[in-house]
């Protein structure tokens, strides 16, 4: 029934915030822990460390839901134009609810502040609901950038391109 799910969406805000508060790093935990039994691996971290976002034009950024963390997002500086987006995660209770999207808003935002011209990520071959939503929102695929796994799902979005058509 259609009308039996309109419940009150949660308003999201997604901004930077301190990559070793606890928030972020149980979200972290519970990423790297699911990340990790979808590809029956050891750890799941992704090569992801909380140093990576404590530096110049970095960022770690939570997505609250009417203040409670419900999702997180990383900027890593790959050289002066180019950045990486790095630990996207949405708790599956608030998933298809815009979370994902406005950490991605927060860290283009953010990017172009920082001076960057161009994003991007990876993403792994079981998760086609971040590949749709990369491709969704002005993704387009490129070569591995990194890692030797080769079902990697490379993606980037050229910011200022972006910028000028918005």
């Not at 890593?76 to 406005?102: C, F, I, N």
């Not at 994003?119 to 071959?125: E, I, V, W």
């Not at 890692?147 to 058509?165: N, P, Q, S, Y």
Request: hydrophobic residues 40%; glycine residues 8%.
């Amino acid at each position: 029934m259609k009308g039996a799910r309109m419940e009150k969406m949660p308003t999201i805000h997604a901004a930077a915030e301190d990559v070793r508060s606890a928030d972020s790093e149980q979200l972290i935990k519970e990423l790297s822990a699911e990340l990790a039994a979808l590809y029956q691996v050891e750890d799941g971290g992704a090569g992801f460390h909380p140093e990576d976002v404590e530096r110049p034009r970095a960022a770690f950024v939570v997505a609250r839901a009417d203040g409670h963390p419900v999702g997180c997002g990383a900027l890593r500086p790959l050289d002066a134009s180019t950045a990486e987006v790095k630990r996207m995660y949405t708790r599956s209770d608030y998933r298809r609810q815009g979370v994902a999207q406005a950490i991605l808003a927060e860290i283009e935002r953010l990017a172009l502040e920082f001076g960057y011209t161009s994003l991007q990520l990876q993403t792994g071959p079981l998760q086609p609901e971040a590949v749709k939503l990369y491709e969704r929102v002005g993704y387009y695929p490129i070569p591995r950038f990194e890692g030797d796994w080769e079902l990697v799902h490379a993606f980037r979005k050229d910011l200022v391109a972006a910028e000028t058509l918005g």
